[in-house]
Structures are given as structure tokens and as C-alpha cells.
């Protein structure tokens, strides 16, 4: 291999070992981070592929969204810092970015958020839909059915190459998917449907569907309301992680928008990613006491055991989550207006911190708190069971899945995805008859 590679643009010249056969491969610069080899052509001109399992060197597209540098712990959404968004944002007009590219004025935030809060009822046999489902199933197995069945209802914005299709699409999922994740949990519970308010804002609606009643009257909580926007707005994007490549591999394909998203449900279902919120407070229940914390460290670390610290640990982030911190410090925020002095779940998460942070394990392998460290504890503290809090990151993160679908699908690049593989199975073999086996 030959060529040095330049940060601003520049190539390399690859060589295949023992033959004359050599491509050289542009250098194509981001605007910010590093840049990328484009090795379009490096199997016609070489006939070899690349081999990335789990992706970790491999950039699958181009995007103007998301921006996160690992190293240092930074997470820009259209160039703007999570810390500044989370403070000063709210989650529309955080949504309004992610999608539309900019932070709406005056005029385009009344009418994002107009557009947005008309659409959050759901069609009225979708509910029906709910009675096919046990009661006792996981709300996010409802999600990714119903969420998935959205298309089977809204015929008329499926067309993905119509702009004003894709337009209401979003809105429609935006707006309708906090209104089915209250559904499924008030079916888990056997409580009545509640219908979405439109005067509230978008994330106190959501707690109004979720804690409302009709027998008697409800009012959310400002501080929670504001707690649980900021909250949307920590998990609304994350770059290509494994639920959005998810629905972008699914819209690749010309899938609709809704079936797309439900595929990003599914992906994000797992404990390796959506699901460690869970996980983690499972995780802090078995240990319940900070003179296990250490025993369950020597657990995580041993390699013969497959337990992971929960919450902990990143593929791209090798210093503190941004997130995690703004999650930390919404944590103090939610308990002291709730009049939770002292939350035992949050002294020994913590202490969990402070210890894995303080052990070489940890400190070489660059593993910090991840978003997930602290944000079951704060979604336990407000109410929410443990098998919502994937539910509502899969709310949150609606808004990152379908701004990264519609950027694809107007991007004139994009060709249906379709990764490689080194076949290790067995050579061709003649097919052998059942009597000779
Ligand atoms: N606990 C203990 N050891 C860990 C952990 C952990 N949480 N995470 C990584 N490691 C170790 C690995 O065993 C490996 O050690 P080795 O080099 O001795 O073999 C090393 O750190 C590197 O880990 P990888 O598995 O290569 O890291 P990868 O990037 O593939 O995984 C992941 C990232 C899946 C997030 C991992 O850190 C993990 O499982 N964490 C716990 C689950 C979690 O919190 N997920 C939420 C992610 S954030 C989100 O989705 C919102």
C-alpha cells in the first residue's frame, strides 16, 4: 500500500500485493471530524471489498445533521452544542432543526408546532388495533406493531418521492407516536384511552395522555414537563448509530416512512443500545448497595462473564456523554421538585460512577457514563415503569429517524444499501441424496 493520506482532500494509491493491479482512492474531507477514503470504486478497479464488522471505520453516507467528536465529548446537532440546545431549546424547535436544517423564526415555529400538534390523534380504528395485543406484552413489541401499522392507515402521504408526502409524513409521525406510546402503556395498565390536548405543549401532552384519566382532572407539572422535554431533546438525534442506519438501510430500499420507522423501533429495542436505560436500573436493583458495587465491577470485568456495566461504554464516545451530564444534572432537578431528598437508585449510581471512573479497567478502555447511566433513574423518579423508558427514547428519537430518512431520500446519491461479506462457508458440492447422508 502506498500514498499518505491528507486531511483536506488528496488520495492514496492502493496496490494489490504480487499484481499490477492499483486504484487510487479520493480523500473526501468533512466539514468538520475526519475525513473518509471513498472506496466506490476499489472492488471494480481491485475486486476486493473492504471488511468493517459492526462498521466501526466505515462512514455509510454523507450528513449535514449530526455531528459528534468522541474524543472530547462533543454532540452538535446542525452545528449547534446538545449543552446550549438543552438549555435554551425546546424539543419542536429542536425537531424543526434536525429536519428543516435551521432554528425556525417566530413565524416558522408557530407553524411547525401548529403542524405538528394537528396531527397527534391517531385514526380512530387504529385503536382497535390495541385489542390484538396481550395485555401484559412489552409496550415496545406494541410500538413496533403499531407504529409499523401506521401505514396501513395514512395511504395518502406514502408517496416518498412527493415532498408535501414526506412533509406530512413527518408531522404525522412526530406528533402521532407519543400518542400511541401513551396508548400502549395505558393498555398495559387497563386504563382508558386518553386523547391528545393541543393547547399543551408537546411534552406536557405526552404526560397528560400517560397520567390523565377522564373521572377527574389533571394538571402536569411544569418542572416534570420541562424535565421530560429535555429529555426528548437528549436522545432527538445521534448520528448513525444502529437504529437509524436501521431505517436507513429500511428507506434505502423505497420502504415508506412509517415502515422505516418501525424497523428503527425494533433496532433500538436491544440492550446493547435503547434498551441499556432499562437495563441499568435492573442493574442498580441487583446491586442494591454500594458495598456490592466493587464484587459486581470484578463481575463486569472478568471476560469469561458476558455481564457489561450498563450505561456505561460507547462505540463513538471515549470520554464523558455529553448527555449523561445535562442527565445528571436534570436528575437533581426532578427528585428536588418531587421532594425526594435522598433517592438511594441515584447515591449509588453515583458512587457506581465514581468508582468505575477510578479503576484502571474502566480508564483504559476509555469507558464512561453513557446517557442511559441516568436517565432511568430520573424516568423511575417521575413515574414511568422501567418497560416505558425504551418507549420514550423511541419517541424522542422519531424526530432523528425521520429527518435522517428524508435526508436520504433527497439526497440524488442514494442507491438502495447492501454491505458485503467474506463467504467462509463450504465450497461448491453436488447435492447429495436423503439415502446417502
Ligand atoms: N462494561 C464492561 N466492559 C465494557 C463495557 C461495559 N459496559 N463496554 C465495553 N467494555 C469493554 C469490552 O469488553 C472491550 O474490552 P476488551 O478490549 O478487553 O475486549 C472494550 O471495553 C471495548 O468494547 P467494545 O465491545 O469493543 O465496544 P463497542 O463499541 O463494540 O460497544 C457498547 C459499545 C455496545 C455501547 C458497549 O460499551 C456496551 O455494551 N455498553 C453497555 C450497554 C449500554 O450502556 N448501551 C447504551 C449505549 S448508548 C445508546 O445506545 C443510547
Redesign the pocket.
Known amino acids: 500500500m502506498t500514498g499518505t493520506p491528507t486531511t483536506g482532500g488528496g488520495s492514496i494509491t492502493i496496490t494489490l500485493d504480487g499484481t499490477n493491479r492499483k486504484v487510487t482512492v479520493p480523500l473526501l474531507p468533512g466539514s468538520i471530524g475526519p475525513s473518509v477514503f471513498d472506496i466506490r470504486k476499489l472492488y471494480n478497479d481491485l475486486g476486493v471489498f473492504t471488511y468493517d464488522p ?1 462498521y ?1 471505520g466505515t462512514a455509510a453516507c454523507d450528513s449535514k445533521i449530526t455531528y459528534i467528536d468522541g474524543d472530547i465529548g462533543v454532540l452538535l446537532h446542525r452545528g449547534y452544542p446538545i449543552e446550549q440546545l438543552a438549555e435554551k431549546s425546546t424539543f419542536l424547535e429542536v425537531a424543526h432543526l434536525l429536519l428543516n436544517g435551521n432554528l425556525p423564526n417566530a413565524r416558522e415555529k408557530a407553524e411547525f408546532e401548529a403542524g405538528v400538534l394537528r396531527h397527534t390523534m391517531v385514526h380512530e380504528q387504529l385503536r382497535r388495533f390495541f385489542d390484538g395485543f396481550r395485555r401484559d406484552a412489552h409496550p415496545m413489541a406494541v410500538m413496533c406493531g403499531v407504529v409499523g401499522a401506521m401505514s396501513a392507515f395514512y395511504h395518502d402521504s406514502l408517496d416518498i418521492n412527493d415532498p408535501e408526502h414526506r412533509r406530512i409524513s413527518a408531522f404525522r409521525l412526530i406528533a402521532k407516536v407519543p400518542t400511541i406510546a401513551a396508548m400502549a402503556y395505558k393498555y398495559s395498565i387497563g386504563q382508558p384511552f386518553v386523547y391528545p390536548r393541543n393547547d399543551l405543549g408537546y411534552a406536557e401532552n405526552f404526560l397528560y395522555m400517560m397520567n390523565a384519566v377522564p373521572a377527574e382532572p389533571y394538571h402536569v407539572n411544569p418542572v416534570l414537563a420541562r424535565a421530560m422535554d429535555r429529555i426528548f431533546i437528549l ?1 432527538a438525534d ?1 448520528e448513525q ?2 437504529s437509524t442506519s436501521t431505517v436507513r438501510l429500511a428507506g434505502s430500499t423505497g420502504a415508506n416512512p412509517f415502515a422505516c420507522i418501525a424497523a428503527g423501533i425494533a433496532s433500538l429495542w436491544g ?4 434498551g ?2 432499562e ?2 436500573l435492573k442493574m442498580l436493583a441487583e446491586i442494591g448497595h454500594v458495598d456490592n458495587v466493587k464484587p459486581f465491577l470484578e463481575t ?2 472478568d ?1 469469561n462473564n458476558h ?9 463513538v464516545y471515549k470520554n464523558y ?1 455529553p448527555r449523561a451530564k445535562i442527565m445528571q444534572q436534570s436528575c437533581h432537578e426532578v427528585l428536588r421538585e418531587l421532594g425526594i431528598k435522598d433517592d438511594p437508585m441515584l447515591d449509588l449510581a453515583m458512587e457506581m460512577e465514581k468508582i468505575a471512573l477510578s479503576d484502571p ?2 480508564v483504559e ?1 476509555k ?1 464512561y457514563p ?4 441516568y436517565s432511568g433513574i430520573i424516568l423511575k423518579a417521575m413515574g414511568f415503569p422501567t418497560s416505558m423508558f425504551t418507549v420514550l ?1 423511541a419517541v424522542a428519537r422519531t424526530v432523528g429517524w425521520i429527518s435522517q430518512w428524508k435526508e436520504m431520500i433527497e439526497d440524488p446519491s442514494q442507491r438502495i444499501g447492501r454491505p458485503r461479506q467474506v463467504y467462509t462457508g463450504p465450497t461448491q458440492r453436488d447435492y447429495v441424496p436423503l439415502d446417502q447422508r
Open positions: 459492526g466501526g436522545h445521534h448509530n444502529a440492550p446493547a443500545h435503547g441499556a436505560n437495563a441499568v463486569v470485568k471476560k455481564a457489561r456495566l450498563m450505561g456505561f461504554g460507547h462505540r456523554d479497567y474502566f478502555r469507558l453513557n446517557v442511559d447511566f427514547f
